[in-house]
Every structure is written in C-alpha cells, then in structure tokens.
C-alpha cells in the first residue's frame, strides 16, 4: 500500500478548509485551480448543479505559449484563455479557489491573467 506524503495530505486539508467558505453558484460559479510540476489546469464549476462549465489547462489544443516564456506565462495566457471561454458562456463574475496552494508565482499569474481577460473576482 502506498504511503501518502505529508505534503499531499497538509494541501488536502487546505483545500476541504477553503472549501467550507467558497462555494460557486449559477451567478458566480468557482474558478479552480489545480497545477502539476508541468501543466497548470483552471475550471469554472457551478457547485449548485455539481457541473464544470469551463476548463483550460497547458494540455489542451486550444493553448499556445506563443511569446511567453516558462511555467508563469503558461499560467497567465491558459488565465487570459478561460476568461475568453467563460466570456462566451455568459460569466462575467467569478468566486477564486486557489486549490490549497499559496497566492503567489504560478497561481497568480493565471488569476492575473483571468482578470486581465475579463473575469471579475
């Protein structure tokens, strides 16, 4: 059986902290944020009807780095790229999970980017 690290279970209680105070409705559904040691992935989820209504992650076709250099341009152009998305599917105000990570270099950058796209937080 495999063991799992303290770190991943320290961002698990983070993440079910969090989750108790934020809570996306059809208004202003939840914008998620998970990211690997690659790949940065955002969702917009409304949790009264359980669905994601939107994602964009480093790993989809739509994405290009285009000029952007390393994982933080990455974050903020898949940012700039779901706000397009949720634009287009009528969400103009969203609710910023940060998935138990800090607010800082790469999840920054992507709620940058989001904002810069559009989104209100």
């Given at each position: ?6 770190k ?59 000029e952007?250099?390393g ?51």
């Amino acid at each position: 059986m495999a063991k799992t690290s303290p770190k991943v279970t320290a961002r698990a209680k983070r993440v079910s902290r969090i989750r108790k105070k934020i809570y996306g409705t059809s208004e202003r559904p939840r914008l998620r944020v998970f990211k690997s040691n690659k790949h940065i992935y955002a969702q917009i989820i409304d949790d009264s009807l359980g669905k994601t209504v939107v994602s964009m992650s480093t790993k989809d076709k739509a994405f290009d780095i285009g000029e952007e250099k390393g994982k933080r341009g990455a974050a903020k152009i898949v940012g700039n790229k779901i706000a397009e998305k949720a634009k287009a599917a009528g969400i103009e105000k969203v609710v910023f999970d940060r998935g138990g990570y800090l607010y800082h270099g790469r999840v920054k950058s992507l709620s940058d980017g989001a904002r810069e796209g559009g989104l209100i937080f």
